[in-house]
């Protein structure tokens, strides 16, 4: 039976390779998959997905305000799965159609994204993926202490941490680090005793 997959994770986890390895799964066994990405998302160009260690494939690009029902139905039957990178940028409304390509078509749809920005709070698109996907896996990652990253902490140009500042801001390794949430907090205690002296 096919499901709705929302595997998720703080940045440097690995999900965008994860996705690119599952898309060559399907397709070494003679299956078609559709790749999407969110337009929005253009570190590695408009229609590159790349991972940290060097793979890269080309994605159908989607506009935050495509249908991605009608985008599938009218142009992309032929896919046997869909696969998504960067899926926190989606709307709701695209995951809600994703779904329903779930429901109507018994097609395994996998998004692969942030839950969180840098600020903690969930991507719309992440949080409409909670409250419908079928199966939820977190991709772990690890703090340059030791213990387990679950925040997306956003750098200056100097590498400081920044907790302000509009929910998206596209970056890699040289805007954002995976932190615990103890050392973000020590981050942020910093961040705040320079602000008051």
Known sequence: MAKLYFKYGAMGCSKSAQALITKFNYEERGMKVL???PSIDTRDGATAVRSRIGLEQQAVTVAGDVNLYDLYVNNYRDADVI?????QFLAPDQV???NQIVIDFDLSVLCFGLATDFLTHLFPGSRRLFEIADSIQE?????KCGGKATINARLDDEGNVVFSGDQ???GGNERYIAMCKKCWLK???EHDAKLKA
Do not use: G, N, T
């Open 139 to 143: 991709i772990k990652s690890v703090c």
């Open 168 to 170: 998206v801001c596209i």
């Open 35 to 37: 790749l999407l990405k």
């Open 187 to 189: 981050a942020k205690r």
């Open 96 to 98: 809600d159609d994703l």
């Open 83 to 87: 696969i998504v990178d960067e899926c």
